[in-house]
């Protein structure tokens, strides 16, 4: 079960670190990824790190947004600075069992077979 915390109200040009955490297990043997979805909108993928720790950001998210694990693979964090209203949203991570050490990144939905319950983040002045 994964847990993703850390969203709040926070205003335009502030910053916000979002964890993830999976219950009793580690991210040992995992692709997590961060994905966000805003009322009305389709589920969007923000950024992903493979099991051997490539990352990928897609453009709108970089140099903004970077996501990182910690050496012992038991959380897996989202750091967004300079967040804009249009970030606003709940976001979820999302996990994939696996052996790979490929270089790619799963950014697909479809590609992430566990998910967490989201946390909300909203960006206002």
């Known amino acids: 079960q994964l847990q993703a915390s850390g969203g709040g109200l926070v205003k335009p040009g502030d910053s916000l670190r979002l964890s993830c955490v999976a219950s009793?297990?580690?991210?040992?043997?995992?692709?997590v990824g961060w994905f966000r979805q805003a009322p009305g909108k389709e589920r969007e993928f923000v950024a992903g790190?493979?099991?051997?720790?490539?990352?990928y950001h897609p453009n709108p998210m970089k140099g903004r947004f970077a996501i990182s694990r910690n050496n012992a693979k038991t959380t897996v964090q989202l750091q967004m600075n300079s967040l804009k209203p249009e970030d606003t949203a709940v976001y979820y991570c999302a996990a994939e069992q696996t052996s790979d050490s490929q270089l790619y990144v799963p950014r697909r939905r479809n590609e992430y077979s566990f998910w967490g319950q989201g946390t909300q983040v909203t960006v206002s002045s």
């Open positions: 009793g297990r580690t991210f040992d043997n995992y692709h």
């Open positions: 790190i493979n099991r051997v720790g490539n990352t």
